[in-house]
């Protein structure tokens, strides 16, 4: 009974040491990288998630059905939002057609199907009328797009963008930004799967903080 017992206990302190181990592998600096100045979050009493991306970023097509999935099963303390990002002027159109999108209140119906036009379809995005006449497949009134796609609204989410951009740091799409603290490449994860493990650890880490 004696040895039954201890061979019980050397499994548990083992089966411990290996999930302390599997946290203790993220490491600053070489899986994820703080953040010099943090940025604040728009809740203070949730974990902040932000995916930096972009429409045209092949990388960021790949790893959107893997967001997608993973968004679906985050508990209530957790909040979760996209970020264009523009790193040239030929960025600006599809960031303008995401806010343009979030202004109108479809972009659940077309986030994915900009990426399926660009990636799939081979869809090169040029102006505003091309945004108008895909958004219009999904219910949008053309004239709003186009009134929207250059208005005041959306001129000041890409500013504000910008500057958050800047403020995290973001080097490459498509990129995590935890809580405005850390942020977490697949390049300095090693793989989509292990980007969305170090995030996850992340949270925890944040939630135990606060």
């Not at 809580?179 to 697949?186: M, T």
Request: charged share 20%; aromatic share 10%; net charge negative.
């Amino acid at each position: 009974m004696q040895n039954a017992m201890s061979k019980w206990m050397m499994a548990l302190v083992l089966g411990l040491g290996a999930i302390t181990a599997q946290a203790q592998d993220w490491v600053a600096g070489t899986h994820y990288r703080v953040i010099a100045n943090p940025m604040p979050t728009a809740d203070a009493d949730k974990v902040e998630v932000v995916e930096a991306f972009g429409y045209w970023c092949p990388h960021c097509n790949s790893f959107e059905p893997m967001l997608a999935s993973w968004t679906k099963t985050l508990p209530d303390d957790v909040t979760f939002e996209h970020m264009p990002v523009i790193f040239s002027r030929s960025h600006e159109l599809m960031a303008r057609a995401y806010y343009v999108a979030e202004l109108l209140g479809i972009k659940e119906q077309v986030h994915q199907a900009i990426y399926d036009a660009i990636h799939l379809q081979r869809v090169r995005f040029r102006d505003a009328e091309q945004i108008a006449d895909l958004f219009a497949n999904y219910g949008a009134d053309r004239d709003k797009v186009l009134k929207e796609m250059n208005g005041f609204s959306v001129g000041m989410k890409l500013k504000m963008g910008s500057s958050r951009t800047k403020g995290y740091e973001v080097q490459g799409v498509p990129s995590l930004i935890v809580n405005g603290k850390y942020i977490v490449s697949a390049g300095e994860a090693g793989s989509n799967t292990n980007m969305m493990k170090v995030v996850e650890y992340l949270i925890d880490k944040e939630r135990s903080a606060n």
